[in-house]
């Protein structure tokens, strides 16, 4: 994904029964927003994560970047993607890039929503871990954002 964003896809999916708002008590995991998955899959847009990303987060096998659909919201200054990798559908990579400061987080996440890593970077600076307080409140906001987008199609 380049700063730039080129032709950002604003692209919605239909809301269903499984992605409802979450409730108070899915604080660990988010099998609501994993449900999402196979609709991105089915009619998100083809994109791919860079390699450095992809090689950060152990996706991919060959080094290069790794094909994903995705779904991409900007809201308030932030740009929102939900990635679902094409080869690896349980598989979930959600982004949130702040426009204002460059500052990128990552969020790979299992078929049942729970957070398996988080990191973070600046501009085209090198991916760090985000530390596990920090990493799990990030992760829940950038959750919740998602359910909300999926409640509110119709």
């Known amino acids: ?3 730039g964003w080129p032709g950002i896809v604003l692209w919605a999916f239909a809301a269903t029964a499984a992605v ?10 988010f099998p609501r927003l994993a449900a999402m998955a196979p609709q991105v899959l ?3 847009p083809q994109a791919s994560l860079p390699a450095h990303l992809a090689g950060v987060l152990g996706l991919g096998d060959r080094g ?24 690896e559908p349980h598989s979930v990579v959600l982004m949130r890039v702040s426009e204002a400061s460059s500052r990128t987080e990552v969020f790979l996440v299992d078929a049942q929503g729970a957070l398996l890593r988080a990191v973070g970077y600046e501009g085209g ?3 760090r871990d985000l530390p596990p307080a920090g990493a799990a ?3 829940e906001r950038e959750a ?4 909300q987008i999926g409640a509110r199609r119709p």
């Open 42 to 44: 089915a009619k998100g």
């Open 137 to 139: 409140t990030a992760y």
């Open 144 to 147: 919740r954002f998602w359910l």
């Open 1 to 3: 994904m380049s700063r």
């Open 20 to 29: 409802a708002g979450a409730s108070a008590g899915e604080a660990v995991g």
């Open 64 to 87: 290069g970047p790794v094909p994903v659909r995705q779904a991409v919201q900007r809201q308030a200054g932030d740009v929102h993607v939900f990635n679902v990798l094409a080869a």
């Open 125 to 127: 600076g090198q991916a």
